[in-house]
């Protein structure tokens, strides 16, 4: 049987706010097997990111962990002490986060960092093998001259460069899991193709689990085993990614389908959904999306609804696939 590399479980997560304590992420549920990669999605406000942090235990001082479990292996990452949790953050489990030039420091050259990193969770090896190592993994990550660029500053090379100078820095101990926090948002589609070819690659020969999140569904169909569709703190959808692309159920994953621009269709103008994820101070009664959803009825502005299971390993959170059983059943 195949084991999960992460397993997340009931994990809730508050933020403190001048009005009291309020929920960013809302008792979600998910793993992530060895190998596979799996695709959170949803627009900025769904607590994608928050989720990733709490993961790392990197998360900022207003937010608390106030329920669940977050198993990498066989340990509860959220039991670990700070000198238990810094031996896997880095080493077992590694980051590559949105903006590759604010996460380089600008004082030290690319070569040094890595070295630094390496020579952190390994600490027998010396600094002409980390140095080696460290050109062997820019070589890796498809950079054409690591001597050079061992030698340079963030700060004369390109945002591509940079990014994959920070993929090499979070593989420099081979990481089980790697999580990928909009890694190619900033990039042009040229580059942001490569650095998710090389995460497929780096999936390939490492059998590293890979958490990638993203706003963009256009990448989500090049890169994703599996998604978890986020918002509003709770996973909304989840599925493979054939059946999430050829079958969404829940309206929010449609609409954000609908607003992927087709290159060979002439549309007068492009699909977005209306309004916007609400602030998690002011939540509606109910499904957290019946503000914007275009098929809500009378019961998703009174209870929100709990995750249905529709098919093998597809989950939907939506009062709609409640009906359609109903109906089904002559009900």
Same mark, same amino acid.
């Given at each position: ?10 994990? #809730?997560?508050?933020? $403190? ?15 992530? $097997? ?12 769904? *607590? ?19 329920? %669940?479990?977050?198993?990498? $292996? ?8 700070? $000198? ?5 953050? *880095? ?19 690319? %070569?040094?960092? @890595?070295?630094? #990193? ?12 980390? /140095? ?5 993994? /820019?070589?890796?990550?498809? @950079?054409?001259?690591? !001597? ?18 920070? @993929? ?6 081979? +990481? ?11 990039? !042009? ?18 059998? #590293?689990? @890979?958490?990638?999140? #993203? ?32 079958? +969404? ?5 449609? %609409? ?29 009664? %109910?499904?957290?999306?019946? +503000? ?40």
């Amino acid at each position: 049987m195949q084991h999960n590399m992460l397993d997340i479980q009931d994990l #809730t997560i508050e933020f $403190k706010t001048e009005n009291g304590l309020f929920p960013a992420v809302n008792d979600i549920n998910l793993s992530i $097997k060895q190998g596979e990669i799996m695709c959170i999605v949803g627009e900025s406000g769904s *607590g994608k990111t928050i989720t990733s942090l709490s993961i790392m235990q990197i998360l900022p001082s207003i937010a608390n962990v106030s329920s %669940g479990e977050i198993w990498f $292996k066989e340990q509860n990452l959220l039991a670990l002490n700070k $000198k238990e949790m810094s031996g896997i953050r *880095g080493n077992s489990v590694s980051m590559i986060f949105q903006d590759a030039m604010s996460s380089l420091d600008p004082l030290f050259t690319c %070569g040094h960092q @890595i070295v630094e #990193t390496i020579r952190t969770h390994k600490k027998d090896v010396t600094k002409e093998q980390a /140095l080696e190592k460290a050109k062997e993994l /820019l070589k890796k990550v498809g @950079i054409a001259h690591p !001597d050079t660029i061992v030698n340079a500053y963030p700060y004369e090379l390109s945002g591509g460069m940079c990014q994959r100078v920070m @993929i090499a820095m979070a593989l420099s101990c081979e +990481p089980k899991l790697l999580i990928a926090d909009e890694p190619t948002t900033a990039l !042009d589609v040229t580059v942001q193709s490569q650095i998710l070819k090389l995460l497929k690659q780096i999936r390939k020969d490492f059998n #590293t689990s @890979i958490m990638f999140i #993203t706003h963009d569904l256009g990448v989500v169909a090049e890169i994703a085993d599996r998604v978890a569709v986020m918002y509003a703190g709770r996973i909304v959808e989840e599925g493979d990614v054939k059946s999430i692309f050829n079958n +969404p159920q829940h309206p929010y994953t449609e %609409g954000l389908l609908k607003s992927i621009p087709k290159l060979n269709v002439k549309s007068e103008r492009f699909y977005s959904i209306k309004g916007s994820v609400p602030s998690i101070t002011e939540m509606p009664v %109910g499904c957290k999306f019946n +503000p914007r959803c275009s098929k809500a009825f009378a019961n998703c502005f009174k209870k929100e609804p709990p995750a249905f299971n529709v098919g093998e390993h597809r989950k939907v959170r939506c009062w709609l696939m409640d009906d359609e059983r109903m109906n089904d059943s002559g009900e």
